[in-house]
């Protein structure tokens, strides 16, 4: 994340799912790399915003809008305003989910669609080239749609996250000891181009979920078809390289094709354990304690 003070953290409201969305109270202080698919009320963003088999995947916005002929400094254009207006509140979310992973933190984007003015505030900075209004380059589409992938999530939930990678420009996001030694488990690699349709992949870092434990972030972790038509690809480690220091994955290739990769790190709180006595969201009531049903922690259903 393009973010060089702790205090700011990044918070992405990538609201995607039909379960409700959970709203997690901000730290005092946060690492530069970290981010949540949490709700903000305190900076404009709201909750179902990017909706994971609704806005995002489905076309309104990847062919809807041509992301090669979106300029950031031409956002009143014909084309630009032709999209916007077919679904104005759904455009609003996801120009800032873009604008959030393209634009340096300390810029806005903004327009105005009759008497209402939309603003969005940049982040992590992974275009700079884009977001100054050139034509994306290469590095630019694959390294904003990882952004865009590594931020999904199947449930609508909240799950802070620790992005590790670099801009397209190969500027490493910044991260400290601190944030790494709190997001110690290495979750899931995200790579793809939605600009040309090549689609967006994700693959599991250590392995993915089995037996009685479960998390939020399903797409990664539990099942390589739970969050379609994001592809699963198995292990980060067949596809992907690593960079020097072994943190983060810089390439992945699929099909004959690398692209520029971004990695995700996650909390120890944030993998569940049926049998712990608590009964956490994907947990489920049950017969049996398998997967999601955890019967012992839920109870019976019905």
């Known amino acids: 994340m393009k973010t060089l003070v702790p205090r700011a953290m990044l918070w992405v409201a990538l609201a995607m799912g039909c379960g409700p969305v959970e709203e997690a109270a901000a730290p005092s202080e946060a690492a530069p790399g970290q981010v949540t698919q949490a709700i903000e009320d305190d900076n404009g963003l709201t909750p179902n915003g990017l909706a994971f088999n609704g806005l995002a995947f489905n076309g309104?916005?990847?062919?809807?809008?041509?992301?090669n002929g979106?300029?950031?400094?031409?956002?009143s254009s014909p084309l630009f305003a032709s999209w916007f207006r077919l679904h104005p509140s759904e455009s609003n979310l996801f120009m800032k989910y873009l604008v959030r992973c393209a634009v340096p933190e300390g810029q806005?984007?903004?327009y105005t669609?009759?008497?209402t003015r939309y603003e969005w505030p940049g982040g992590l900075g992974l275009a700079p080239g884009w977001a100054n209004g050139a034509a994306a380059t290469l590095e630019e589409q694959q390294v904003v749609s990882a952004c865009l992938a590594a931020l999904t999530n199947k449930y609508?939930?909240?799950?802070?996250?620790?992005?590790?990678?670099?801009?397209?420009?190969?500027?490493?996001?910044?991260?400290?000891?601190?944030?790494?030694?709190?997001?110690?488990?290495?979750e899931a690699c995200f790579f793809g181009n939605l600009f040309t349709g090549e689609g967006l992949f994700v693959g599991n870092?250590?392995?993915?979920?089995?037996?009685?434990?479960?998390?939020l972030r399903a797409c990664a972790l539990m099942g390589k078809q739970e969050c379609a038509p994001l592809v699963?690809?198995?292990?980060?480690?067949?596809v992907c390289?690593?960079?020097?220091?072994?943190?983060?994955?810089?390439?992945?290739?699929?099909?004959?094709?690398?692209?520029?990769?971004?990695?995700t790190r996650l909390r120890t709180q944030d993998i569940y354990t049926c049998g712990d006595g608590r009964c956490q969201f994907p947990e489920t009531c049950a017969s049996n304690n398998a997967g999601t049903s955890c019967k012992q922690d839920c109870g019976t259903c019905g």
């Open 60 to 67: 309104l916005a990847f062919n809807g809008l041509a992301f």
């Open 70 to 75: 979106l300029a950031f400094n031409g956002l």
């Open 108 to 110: 806005t984007r903004g």
């Open 113 to 115: 669609l009759g008497s």
């Open 156 to 186: 609508g939930r909240s799950v802070l996250l620790s992005v590790q990678g670099t801009s397209a420009k190969g500027v490493r996001i910044p991260t400290t000891s601190g944030e790494l030694a709190g997001y110690p488990l290495r």
């Open 205 to 215: 870092d250590q392995g993915m979920l089995g037996g009685n434990r479960a998390s």
């Open 232 to 238: 699963h690809v198995g292990s980060c480690h067949e």
């Open 241 to 263: 390289q690593h960079d020097a220091t072994g943190t983060y994955f810089t390439r992945c290739t699929r099909g004959g094709v690398t692209y520029h990769a971004l990695s």
